[in-house]
C-alpha cells in the first residue's frame, strides 16, 4: 500500500498539474487539449489529477484563477513602480496619477510582444466555452471586473472621472494585438488615454 501524500507533495502535484494545463490550454485552447495530454505533461496520474480537479471545469478554474492574481499582481507592480518614480528631480513634470495610467499601458505593450502571445486567456476561455460552463464563465467574469477595477482606480486618479473609455482602450488593444501578432495596439490605447488625460486638464 503506498504511503499516504504529504501536504508539501500534494501542494507540489497541484502546482506541477497547473503548470502544464496553463501551458497547454493558453497555446493550445482548452477543448483542443484532452486530459491524457494534461496527464503526460504534468507527469502525474490521471487518478491524481481527477482527485485535484474531480472536472475538467474545475481545472480550467484554478488555472485561470491562478493566472488572475499573478497578471493582475504582475500590472500593478509596474504601474506603482511608474507612480513611484514619477515627478523626481530628473522629471519633475511627471504627474504620478498619470503615470501610473499610462505604464497600464506600457505593461500591456510588453505584455503583447512576449514569444507566444495569444491574447486574453479569460477571453479565449469565453471565446470557447461561453456560457456552456458557468463556474468559467464566473471566473471570467471575476478577472474582467478585477481588472476593470485597477484601470477605473488609477483613471480617477489621473483625473478621469469616467474609466469606460480606458476600459474599452484596453481590452480593444488586448485582442486587436492578439489578432495582428503586433503590440502596437498598446502604444495606440496609450497615445489614446494621453490625449483623453490633456484634455482634460
Not at 490521471?46 to 499582481?73: E, F, G, S
Not at 485582442?175 to 482634460?200: C, G, K, N, S
Request: overall charge negative; proline content about 7%.
Amino acid at each position: 500500500m503506498p504511503a499516504p501524500l504529504t501536504e508539501q507533495q500534494t501542494r507540489q502535484d497541484g502546482e506541477a498539474l497547473l503548470d502544464a494545463a496553463e501551458a497547454l490550454f493558453y497555446e493550445k485552447g482548452i477543448r483542443a487539449v484532452g486530459m491524457d495530454e494534461v496527464r503526460a505533461a504534468s507527469g502525474l496520474p490521471l487518478k491524481r489529477i481527477y482527485r485535484l480537479h474531480p472536472a475538467k471545469d474545475d481545472l480550467v478554474v484554478a488555472v485561470l484563477r491562478r493566472r488572475d492574481l499573478r497578471w493582475r499582481a504582475d500590472l500593478a507592480a509596474a504601474v506603482e513602480a511608474a507612480g513611484a518614480g514619477a515627478g523626481s528631480a530628473s522629471d519633475p513634470d511627471v504627474d504620478g496619477p498619470r503615470a501610473r495610467l499610462l505604464a497600464a499601458f506600457d505593461w500591456l505593450g510588453r505584455w503583447f510582444a512576449e514569444p507566444g502571445y495569444r491574447g486574453c486567456a479569460w477571453i479565449n476561455a469565453f471565446g470557447e466555452l461561453g456560457p456552456a460552463s458557468p463556474p468559467v464563465l464566473a471566473e471570467v467574469r471575476a478577472h474582467k471586473e478585477a481588472f476593470h477595477a485597477q484601470l477605473a482606480d488609477w483613471s480617477r486618479a489621473a483625473g478621469l472621472p469616467d474609466p469606460s473609455a480606458v476600459q474599452l482602450l484596453a481590452e480593444g488593444a488586448i485582442v486587436t494585438a492578439a489578432i495582428t501578432a503586433d503590440p502596437a495596439p498598446a502604444r495606440h490605447a496609450r497615445a489614446a488615454v494621453e490625449a483623453l488625460l490633456d484634455a482634460t486638464r
